[in-house]
């Protein structure tokens, strides 16, 4: 397998072949996400609800986010890797934006950064500095306040057209590639044919060239809330607690540790002489 890159992402659009992409955190994910051929990782900052317990992805600072690329870049070489932005961390200015995605570049070695809203302003400005971008159109978690909570968007005439509206924008920017989360799924496929980079949806129906979904929710290892987009395709959060359960059960009966978990080399008389 060779690198994931921003050519490689256009020509599977060419050819209709869909994307794959899915988040991850750390080393031991990013090894799982290698082997299964994934082709784009989000470390995203879903991280803030599903690793660190926050309620929401607001808290998570820049460094927080640095912290958990570099892991995920050791573990996955060949997918692309894109790091997100965090709230607050691009809506003060072009400087500050370019200053905080240089960050996630230098520091965290990610391959490209992702950032929520119809921005082409900071896009641009992004794309000028040397920075692939990745936008975010739709629902945006980062401001859902704004949009009357974790809603579906678009779904009046109007809303329609700003969405398509803010993709074609984000494209002239620069971006190479759109995420399109939670709205109706005519209205993700007529995104899907107004741009020419690839759209990746979540929540956006069947007719994007690609989808992503958070790890946790779709393999059972988190269960404050299932948005109805995710399929599960494992719940290994059961097996998890499981697993816990017998090891304590065992620690408690005695069974754990048995003779073949212990070391040998020296008996209980070879100790009698020793001063207890």
Do not use: W
């Amino acid at each position: 397998m060779t690198k994931v890159t921003i050519q490689k992402l256009r020509e599977m659009k060419q050819k209709e072949e869909k994307i794959s992409m899915v988040t991850a955190y750390d080393y031991p994910q990013a090894c799982f996400v290698e082997k299964a051929g994934i082709e784009i990782i989000l470390v995203g900052d879903s991280l803030s609800m599903t690793v660190l317990g926050n309620e929401g992805t607001v808290p998570l600072t820049t460094d927080e986010m640095i912290a958990h690329i570099k892991p995920v870049v050791k573990g996955a070489p060949t997918p692309m890797i894109v790091g997100d932005m965090v709230f607050g961390s691009y809506n003060e200015s072009r400087e500050q934006a370019i200053h905080n995605a240089n960050r996630l570049m230098k520091e965290g070695g990610c391959d490209a950064i992702k950032l929520e809203g119809g921005r082409p302003d900071i896009v641009g400005a992004i794309v000028e500095a040397g920075i692939p971008v990745q936008g975010h159109i739709g629902l945006t978690p980062q401001t859902s306040s704004l949009l009357g909570g974790f809603k579906v968007q678009g779904k009046s005439l109007e809303a329609a057209q700003k969405i398509v509206n803010d993709a074609k924008a984000l494209e002239a920017a620069g971006a190479f590639s759109i995420v399109v989360e939670c709205v109706p799924e005519e209205l993700g496929r007529a995104i899907t044919q107004a741009v020419s980079i690839p759209t990746i949806g979540i929540g956006a129906g069947a007719h994007t060239d690609g989808q992503v979904l958070v790890y946790h929710d779709m393999l059972g290892m988190f269960d404050k809330f299932v948005p109805k987009f995710v399929k599960r395709y494992a719940n290994i959060g059961d097996q998890i607690v499981e697993g816990l359960e017998k090891y304590r059960d065992e620690i408690k009966s005695g069974a754990f540790p048995a003779k073949e978990h212990a070391f040998g080399g020296i008996t209980r008389e070879d100790l009698d002489g020793l001063i207890l």
